[in-house]
């Protein structure tokens, strides 16, 4: 049961190149969700799922897109990296309950530096 | 909306000194609450939660009460240890609707021996 897997583990870009954050998941969770995590501003939602085919936006959306088409998989694109995507995202799942409170498993991080 | 707020660090203790780290929360109803622990190098771990007032979460010796008078999750250890250095995140879940979960900004915790 390998959890949240998150790839790259680095990554470096230049201004203007796009690229994808690779997360997938192995636990049937329905919600899926992406942060960015930079000092002083703690995590940051940029956007969620809560089921294949459904996708939201969170605080901090510009310059990103998602697609979920399958349960396990939540790609995150960058359109046209900007300095100010420099961060570390991390990919986080759980499974949806009526209950609420149910506990958000996260990857290991993607370290971004765009120059 | 939904907000937490976490007392700023850093906080540097001793090893077995007492520790409290302050959060406070605004949301309607009764949100659900967690502290969340992330160790160096890696994502964040769930500590511990509660889902309805007066419920007190604990684990690893971390205890935090849902305080719904003062709206405050208050994250204390009797007695912490070199291995608790790591930063803690404070967070809720809105009652009912949204499935987000809204995180404060992190304490960083250092303990020395």
């Known amino acids: 049961n390998a959890g949240v897997t998150q790839t790259p583990k680095f990554q470096v870009l230049k201004t203007g190149q796009s690229m994808t954050l690779q997360c997938a998941q192995d636990?049937?969770?329905?919600?899926m969700s992406w942060y960015r995590q930079d000092p002083g501003m703690g995590l940051r939602l940029i956007h969620y799922?809560?089921?294949?085919?459904?996708?939201d936006q969170g605080e901090v959306p510009n310059g990103y897109n998602v697609s979920r088409s399958t349960t396990e998989d939540f790609p995150l694109r960058l359109l046209s990296a900007a300095p100010s995507q420099t961060s570390v995202y991390f990919c986080?799942?759980?499974?949806?309950?009526?209950?609420?409170?149910?506990?958000?498993?996260f990857g290991s991080g993607t370290q971004l530096s765009v120059l | 909306g939904n907000s937490v707020t976490q007392m700023e660090g850093p906080v540097t203790l001793s090893e077995e000194a007492f520790l409290t780290i302050n959060c406070t929360y605004t949301?309607?109803?009764?949100?659900?609450l967690f502290w969340y622990v992330q160790y160096p190098g890696e994502g964040l771990q769930l500590l511990l939660k509660?889902?309805?007032?007066?419920d007190k979460g604990s684990n690893k010796g971390f205890e935090a009460t849902y305080r719904k008078e003062t709206t405050s999750f208050h994250l204390e250890k009797g007695s912490v240890q070199v291995s608790d250095s790591a930063v803690y995140f404070c967070?809720?879940?809105?009652?009912?609707?949204?499935?987000?979960?809204?995180f404060g900004k992190g304490t960083k915790l250092t303990v020395n021996p």
């Open positions: 986080a799942s759980r499974a949806v309950s009526t209950l609420g409170g149910e506990k958000l498993f």
């Open positions: 636990m049937n969770h329905e919600y």
């Open positions: 799922s809560v089921g294949a085919g459904i996708t």
């Open positions: 949301a309607t109803g009764y949100p659900s």
């Open positions: 509660a889902t309805k007032a007066d």
């Open positions: 967070a809720l879940k809105a009652q009912g609707g949204s499935e987000k979960l809204v």
